[in-house]
Nanobody, 116 residues
Framework: QAQLVESGGGLVQAGGSLRLSCAASGIMFSIYAMGWYRQTPGERRDWVATITASGTTNYADSVKGRFTISRDNAKNTVYLQMNSLKPEDTAVYYC??????????WGQGTQVTVSS
């Protein structure tokens, strides 16, 4: 059964750092493009970053230069290193896995709260 499980969220002061992890199971992880999205109450889920199967990365302008996405295929895990956090980064962060025309997989989300 395919599953994504996020961890690493929490409460941090502005300017601080967090590293989110997303562990995948039940999929051939290395062939999937992996991504992170975030969502605040009442708002749509916004794209944050993507890493392709070959390791190419892309970032939303709002996080470029502060966040880094990476993957460890041996551990079936994708990471999101978040530095210089701002209160506006507060959201539930979701991991997603995408391959071809298959429906995307989503994790359950992890809360990140940045205090000012």
């Amino acid at each position: 059964q395919a599953q994504l499980v996020e961890s690493g969220g929490g409460l941090v002061q502005a300017g601080g750092s967090l590293r989110l992890s997303c562990a995948a199971s039940g999929i051939m992880f290395s062939i999937y493009a992996m991504g992170w999205y975030r969502q605040t109450p009442g708002e749509r889920r916004d794209w944050v970053a993507t890493i392709t199967a070959s390791g190419t990365t892309n970032y939303a302008d709002s996080v470029k230069g502060r966040f880094t996405i990476s993957r460890d295929n041996a551990k079936n895990t994708v990471y999101l290193q978040m530095n210089s956090l701002k209160p506006e980064d507060t959201a539930v962060y979701y991991c997603t896995a995408n391959f071809g025309q298959s429906p995307p997989l989503w994790g359950q989300g992890t809360q990140v709260t940045v205090s000012s």
